[in-house]
């Protein structure tokens, strides 16, 4: 069975770091194209980043670029997105997704991020 | 930046009805486009993929249509467990960006 399990969230400072996991289980990560997505409370979802099969490919939405980082870890099967220079606005529910050319067809529960002083 | 924008916002209709909603992109995205589903406290699903295909498990009720830059999620015959915020999103290229979503309501 696919599962997907975020940790990491929490409540941090503006101008703070974060480093969120997605553990994934049931299927390789290194065969998939791996995504963060995220929801701000009563908003809409934006894709945040994504990381291509064999990791040497990353992109960023503009308004996370030079500041959000997506690795992963192949041994732990793990999907990383490390967080820093934290502003208000990317006060969310940070999503972790498995995707291919049927689109992102398994997500996590989410993890929910708060930057407030 | 691909620019997604769906129509309507909300969507209202009575059990039975047929229900469709828009996207249409700011440019040519071929058939790369998936639909979800978002119900309140949960994670979106996926409903369609490549603009037609129907996800596995999801009821045949949904269909999909279009390709360049419009496209349409059809609800054949709306049922109370439909109630949900409706995405569309393109992978054609990074970002990935979604549609603002459209919220179905029972009447």
């Known amino acids: 069975e696919v599962q997907l399990v975020e940790s990491g969230g929490g409540l941090v400072q503006p101008g703070g770091s974060l480093r969120l996991s997605c553990e994934a289980s049931g299927f390789t990560i290194s065969d998939y194209w791996m995504h963060w997505v995220r929801q701000a409370p009563g908003k809409g979802l934006v894709w945040v980043s994504h990381?291509?099969?064999?990791?040497?490919?990353?992109n960023y939405a503009d308004s996370v670029r030079g500041r959000f980082t997506i690795s992963r870890d192949d041994a732990r099967n793990t999907l990383f997105l490390q967080m820093n220079s934290l502003r208000p606005e990317d006060t969310a529910v940070f999503y972790c997704a498995r995707g291919d050319s049927s689109g992102l067809g398994y997500w996590g529960q989410g993890t929910l991020v708060t930057v407030s002083s | 930046d691909i620019q997604m924008t769906q129509s309507p916002s909300t969507l209202s209709a009575s059990i039975g009805d047929r229900a469709t909603i828009t996207c249409r992109a700011s440019q040519s995205i071929d058939s790369w486009l998936a639909w979800y589903q978002q119900k309140p406290g949960q994670a979106p699903k996926l409903l369609i993929y490549?603009?037609?295909k129907l996800e596995s498990g999801v009821p045949l009720r949904f269909s999909g249509s279009g390709s360049g830059t419009q496209f349409t999620l059809t609800i054949s015959s709306l049922q109370a467990e439909d109630v949900a915020v409706y995405y569309c999103?393109?992978?054609?290229?990074?970002?990935?960006?979604f549609g603002q979503g459209t919220k179905v309501e029972i009447k």
């Open positions: 990381i291509n099969r064999d990791g040497t490919m990353t």
């Open positions: 490549q603009a037609s």
């Open positions: 999103q393109q992978y054609s290229s990074a970002p990935d960006t």
